[in-house]
């Protein structure tokens, strides 16, 4: 029914920047919640950023003033924008949808911040 691809991560140095994707396929994607994710070896998968379906935007701390998040109704994409990346930034990123009581997640990207 609902299908999440991110695409983006790269390898970057520090200070640098990457902008990840998430396309969505499926309907009611503008009704949803979106939210990007992350996990980094040894550790629990944390939320790094959300977007409502009202383009309410929740940031947590470690990437505030660095990291945005914004949504494309019309393209059904999501994006995470990542400037002056630091090596604690290191992880999987995941896209996640919520919608009602159901929650998708996509396969994941990763990103490696290192010299």
């Known amino acids: 029914q609902v299908q999440l691809v991110e695409t983006g991560g790269d390898l970057v140095q520090p200070g640098g920047s990457l902008r990840l994707s998430c396309a969505v396929s499926g309907s009611f994607f503008s009704a949803s919640d979106l939210n990007w994710y992350r996990q980094a070896p040894g550790k629990e998968r944390e939320l790094v950023a959300g977007i409502t379906s009202r383009y309410f935007t929740n940031y947590a701390d470690p990437v505030k003033g660095r990291f945005t998040i914004s949504r494309d109704n019309a393209k059904k994409t999501v994006y995470l924008e990542m400037n002056s990346l630091k090596p604690e930034d290191t992880a999987v990123y995941y896209c996640?949808?919520?919608?009602?009581?159901?929650?998708?997640w996509g396969q994941g990207t990763q990103v490696t911040v290192s010299s």
């Open positions: 996640n949808l919520k919608l009602d009581f159901r929650a998708y």
